[in-house]
């Protein structure tokens, strides 16, 4: 079983900046992709950003150039530094990663963070 904890959601104003974090625990060889995903109410779950095992990301087009991801494998822990926060940027983050067993692969989610943008 693995256990990813979410840290660092919270109230921002616009402009704002907040850092999320996601800790992963448990038994497993290894991690594969890790990446954040939002949920607004109402709205379905959406990607905001991925970070690969060599740490090549990838970001939805709402977050680029203000979002930043990053992951410390020997931690196995990722990392999201959300800058220049918009009212939209309103939701529930999650976490999720891909974790390599013996003989499987695994899809784990957190439990989600709340993150608010308001003045």
């Known amino acids: 079983q693995v256990q990813l904890v979410e840290s660092g959601g919270g109230l921002a104003q616009p402009g704002g900046s907040l850092r999320l974090s996601c800790a992963a625990s448990?038994?497993?060889?290894?991690?594969?992709?890790m990446g954040w995903y939002r949920q607004a109410p109402g709205k379905t779950r959406e990607l905001v950003a991925t970070?690969?095992?060599?740490?090549?990301?990838n970001y939805a087009d709402s977050v680029k150039g203000r979002f930043t991801i990053s992951r410390d494998n020997a931690k196995n822990t990722m990392y999201m530094q959300m800058n220049s926060l918009k009212l939209e940027d309103t939701a529930v983050y999650y976490c999720?990663?891909?974790?390599?067993?013996?003989?499987?692969?695994?899809?784990?989610w957190g439990q989600g963070t709340q993150v608010t943008v308001s003045s």
């Open positions: 970070v690969t095992s060599g740490g090549r990301t």
């Open positions: 999720h990663c891909n974790t390599v067993h013996t003989n499987y692969a695994q899809d784990y």
């Open positions: 448990g038994i497993f060889s290894s991690i594969n992709n």
